[in-house]
C-alpha cells in the first residue's frame, strides 16, 4: 500500500517568515491534494496536483509537484497566524479509488 | 449551510452500545467515504461508495458497517462500540466527472466519538 511521509511534523514560525513542508510518497504519484485543518475541524481543501512539474497557487500558498522524486511541496510565503493549523497531503491510489494521507504537519505561526 | 453535514458532532458513549453516525451532502456528489482520524496515525479510510449500490471497504472496516440510503447519504454504524473506536470521524464526498479524473474530496466537520 501507498504511504505519505510529511516533514516536517511539526513547525513553529515568526509571523513574515517563508516556509516549506514536504510529502514524499512510497509510490508513483497519480494525483496529490493538499489540505488545511484547524484542531479539532474538517479538512479544508487547498489544491490538487495531478501532473509532474505541476505548481498551483493561491494567495502566499504555492504548491508543487516533483513526479520524478515522487514528492510534492507547499511553500508558504510571508506567513500569517491565519496559516497556522495542521496541513495535510492525500495521494490517489493507482487506479483513483481512494486516498492515502499523511500524518499532517502541525504548523504554528507566532505573531 | 454546510455542503456536508455530520451528525451528532460529539457523542459520549458506553462499550458494547450501538452507534450510528450520519452524513448528508448537498453537493450533488456521487462518491461518499467515512475515515477515521487518531493522533500520530492520520486519517484512514473505513468504507467507501460510489454510488448507491456501490459499497467497498477501506483499510480499516472492521467493527463497522455503513448503510448508503440515497445519493446524499451515508451513515456509519458500529454495532457494538469499543474504547479503541474513540476517534474524529469524517465524512467526505467528491464528484465523478467523465474524462476529469478524480476529483478532490470534500469534508464534513467530523465527529468527535468518545467510548467509555
Known amino acids: 500500500s501507498q504511504e505519505l511521509e510529511q516533514s516536517p511534523q511539526s513547525l513553529i514560525v515568526q509571523e513574515g517568515k517563508n516556509l516549506t513542508i514536504n510529502c514524499t510518497s512510497s509510490?508513483?504519484?497519480?494525483?496529490l491534494y493538499w489540505y488545511k485543518q484547524k484542531y479539532g475541524e474538517g479538512l479544508i481543501f487547498l489544491m490538487m496536483?495531478?501532473?509532474?512539474?505541476e505548481e498551483k497557487s493561491h494567495e502566499k500558498i504555492t504548491a508543487k509537484l516533483d513526479e520524478k522524486k515522487q514528492q510534492s511541496s507547499l511553500h508558504i510565503t510571508a506567513s500569517q497566524p491565519s496559516h497556522a493549523g495542521i496541513y495535510l497531503c492525500?495521494?490517489?491510489?493507482?487506479?483513483?479509488?481512494?486516498?492515502?494521507f499523511g500524518e499532517g504537519t502541525q504548523l504554528t505561526v507566532n505573531p | 449551510d454546510a455542503d456536508v453535514t455530520q451528525t451528532p458532532r460529539n457523542r459520549i458513549t458506553k462499550t458494547g452500545k450501538r452507534i450510528m453516525l450520519e452524513c448528508s451532502q448537498t453537493k450533488g456528489h456521487d462518491r461518499m467515504y467515512w475515515y477515521r482520524q487518531d493522533p500520530g496515525l492520520g486519517l484512514r479510510l473505513i468504507y467507501y461508495?460510489?454510488?448507491?449500490?456501490?459499497?467497498n471497504k477501506g483499510e480499516i472496516s472492521d467493527g463497522y458497517s455503513v448503510s448508503r440510503q440515497a445519493q446524499a447519504k451515508f451513515s456509519l454504524s458500529l454495532e457494538s462500540a469499543i474504547p479503541n473506536q474513540t476517534a474524529l470521524y469524517f465524512c467526505?464526498?467528491?464528484?465523478?466527472?467523465?474524462?476529469?479524473?478524480?476529483?478532490?474530496?470534500?469534508f464534513g466537520d467530523g465527529t468527535r466519538l468518545s467510548i467509555l
Open positions: 509510490k508513483t504519484l497519480y494525483g
Open positions: 496536483l495531478q501532473k509532474g512539474g
Open positions: 461508495s460510489f454510488d448507491v449500490k456501490d459499497i
Open positions: 492525500g495521494a490517489d491510489s493507482e487506479g483513483g479509488s481512494r486516498l492515502t
Open positions: 467526505a464526498t467528491s464528484a465523478l466527472i467523465s474524462g476529469a479524473g478524480n476529483q478532490p474530496q470534500h
